[in-house]
């Protein structure tokens, strides 16, 4: 027997994602949500009758037996949400949908739903939304296919544009992808279907192609299990049941009077007193009517009723036992799972925070390039702070939190010890945070370490710019390396030192420094133009014995033109003095 598919629906912002399930509802949920943005996590399931009257015709036209009992769809509020809904191994979805509107096409949002489902792997089609709004379109609320042959050529020739603009851009991001009904092969193409969330135009198409994907390539994964596994989405105060917890059931079943396990940061066992399940057709996020039942079947949506929930952590995984014994091996098994993952180690690396085991995987996924001290669920605490303090390496004494809080006194004890806090619920964004604090540290430590050394830079004068010939010699030159400044002496390489830079200048107007590729305006110090320097002469900045040392030993602050020009300018010192920079 198979259990539904879970379908998770991802996409750029606004691009249609609860509109599209709205539609298939028939229910208007993304009216009410706050900024007609998802604020939560919700499940609806559409049953084999429901799929039956939508796609009825459909199904007759191709033949087509439906074996799945329905499906479940999950409407997730970002990114990070698909990204921590983790089972091991991948994520809890079987099949997702990645929504792209036809007139804005892949936006950066889209390419983090793109990267999220390659790195768990998760099979996936596109709805290409907003059709209606190609200029000329004849909407209708009907098939696609029946729709598409009564439109005019010019409105064709736009839609095929467009649609396969889209199309090019997947293939950019390494899926060969085609409209669903030119594909040839499943498997190795990915199916789009054109759609109007608003009119309801191709969600037919939407999903008998899902149902395809899913019964005949998923078949094995869904599979009815006896273990029962599940994740808590949501904890919330219901009106005569107190904390309730609406879960995700993805294998197995529960059943009223199960003993309820849960796992993550507050591990306890329960007894289910009641379990709550919405209409077909209905988000379990929005609804206020709820039926009871005595068991539910993977893959469903779910709200539990029992006691002690007040401290349950959205994010944490679930399983139900029939005794308590059973109930008690099942909490030992999370309670491992949950230090298998969490890292404890004296190796030099960044501290991860984050609120569920789920997450804390993500988490640790996104910052695998980096080396990693300490990785524990819970908020960020004093030890936390110290950990980091005790990092050699400045670029590790920071705490990374992902859904986290931290105390008063955490914080404070952080600024006294200058130790960086990032957090966000937003997971990507933490890397890119850690990523753009790295590199300001960076200048930091160059200004610190190169402060009052010169640096690399070499010049050429140019033919024909030579504005003053002494006292002091104005010359135009451009910048062939390095960084030049205000106060550097001049080297040539036949003559020695020729001089002081007095004053640079850009289009007239006095800087502090120039860079390669730079042309200025350099007023010297010290030498005659004809006698000392002379238009196409190349020079260099003046560098030191001990000051080549310290930029030698500091390289990584220089770029890679620095480099270079100070090993030239090396070879130049080292014919007069073999012993020079050792």
């Known amino acids: 027997m198979l259990r539904q598919p879970i379908v998770a629906v991802l996409g750029h912002v606004d691009h249609g994602k609860t509109s599209l399930l709205d539609k298939i509802r028939q229910t208007a949920i993304a009216a009410k949500e706050a900024g007609g943005i998802t604020q939560a996590i919700g499940t609806t399931e559409i049953p084999a009758d429901s799929i039956k009257q939508i796609c009825g015709p459909l199904l007759e036209r191709f033949n087509f037996q439906l074996n799945v009992p329905g499906l479940l769809f999950i409407d997730t ?16 979805a079987d099949i997702a949908i990645l929504v792209v509107d036809i007139v804005e096409g892949i ?26 709004r190609l200029q000329g379109w004849l909407a209708k609320n009907t098939s696609f296919l029946e729709n598409y042959p009564q439109q005019n050529e010019y409105v064709k020739q736009l839609f095929e544009q467009e649609f396969y603009k889209i199309i090019m851009q ?48 998923l078949r094995e994964q869904l599979i009815a299990q006896d273990k029962s596994e599940g994740m808590v989405l949501e904890v919330k105060e219901a009106t005569g049941f107190g904390t309730v917890i609406d879960c995700i059931i993805y294998n197995g079943s529960a059943g009223k009077n199960d003993f309820l396990v849960i796992g993550g940061k507050s591990p ?39 006691p002690g929930l007040d401290k349950v952590v959205a994010g944490s995984p679930i399983r139900t036992a029939k005794t308590f014994e059973e109930a008690e091996h099942l ?37 695998r390039d980096y080396p990693i001290r300490v990785a524990t669920i819970g908020n960020i605490t004093k030890y936390d702070i110290i950990d980091a303090d005790s990092n050699v390496n400045s670029f590790h004494k920071i705490v990374v939190g992902f859904n986290t809080a931290i105390s008063e006194e955490a914080n404070a004890y952080a600024k006294d010890r200058g ?37 690399p830079g070499k010049i050429k004068i ?17 910048v062939l390396g390095g960084i030049l400044k205000s106060g550097y002496k001049l080297l040539k390489e036949e003559r020695g030192v020729i001089g002081e830079i007095k004053q640079i200048q850009s289009q007239g107007q006095n800087i502090e420094e120039a860079k390669i590729g730079d042309k200025i305006a350099v007023s010297i110090v010290g030498p005659i133009v004809g006698r000392h320097i002379d238009e196409s002469d190349i020079l260099y900045t003046e560098i030191s014995s001990d000051e080549y040392k310290r930029l030698r030993a500091n390289k990584q602050f220089l770029t890679e033109h620095e480099k270079a020009v100070l090993e030239e300018i090396r070879e130049i010192k080292r014919k007069h003095d073999p012993r020079w920079g050792l």
Not at 77 to 92: C, D, M, V, W
Not at 176 to 203: H, M, N, Y
């Open 77 to 92: 509020p970002g990114h990070e949400a698909f990204t921590t809904l983790r089972k091991r191994g991948g994520s809890i």
């Open 107 to 132: 936006m950066p949002q889209t390419e983090e739903s793109i990267n999220i489902l390659k790195e768990t792997k998760t099979p996936f089609m596109v709805a290409v939304n907003k059709i209606d």
């Open 170 to 217: 997947l293939s950019n991001h390494g899926f060969a992808a085609d409209r669903f009904d030119r594909v040839t092969d499943f498997q190795r193409t990915v199916a789009a279907v054109p759609l109007s969330a608003k009119t309801g135009e191709g969600i037919a198409e939407l999903i008998v192609v899902l149902i395809g994907l899913s019964q005949q390539f």
């Open 268 to 306: 306890m066992i329960a007894k289910i007193r009641s379990l709550l399940v919405p209409d077909p057709m209905r988000d379990i996020r929005m609804e206020k009517k709820f039926h009871s039942a005595d068991k539910v079947n993977a893959a469903a949506g779910v709200r539990i009723a029992a």
């Open 331 to 367: 909490l030992d098994a999370l309670e491992k799972e949950r230090t298998e993952i969490e890292v404890h180690s004296e190796i030099d690396g960044l501290i991860l925070k984050s609120d569920t085991i789920g997450s804390l995987e993500a988490l640790m996924h996104i910052f």
């Open 419 to 455: 130790v960086k806090i990032i957090e966000s619920n937003i997971i990507y964004r933490l890397k890119e945070e850690y990523e753009a604090w790295i590199e300001q540290e960076k200048e930091l430590l160059k200004k610190k370490e190169l402060e009052g050394v010169t640096r």
């Open 462 to 478: 140019l033919p024909g710019c030579i504005f003053r010939a002494s006292n002091p010699a104005i010359v135009g030159c451009e």
